[in-house]
């Protein structure tokens, strides 16, 4: 389904009034974040959502559960080392 657009205007602040159905529709309230993409005569609002670190939290713990009970535990060396190679292969060490 293709939405009518809907005329927003830029005050001499540069501030633009994102139209009711659009906030709501979206979710949008006051203080939400916003990424600002422009290119060419076109801007790109688009509604930042961040992790809740608490959910984000459970959700690593549960995957390294399942990692430590089909592989084992790693030592604090192996751990290291794991680091080490990681950061070597993205070019942070030599």
Known sequence: ????????????KGQVVIPYSVRAKLGLKPKTKLLVYGAEDT????????????????????????????????????????VHEHRRKQGLLK
């Open 43 to 82: 801007v790109i609002l688009k509604k930042l959502v961040l992790p809740n670190p608490e959910e984000e939290w459970k959700r690593l713990k549960k995957m390294v559960d399942k990692k430590i009970a089909k592989y084992g535990e790693l030592s604090e060396k192996e751990i290291v080392e794991e």
């Open 1 to 12: 389904m293709v939405e009518e657009p809907e005329v927003a205007v830029v005050s001499e």
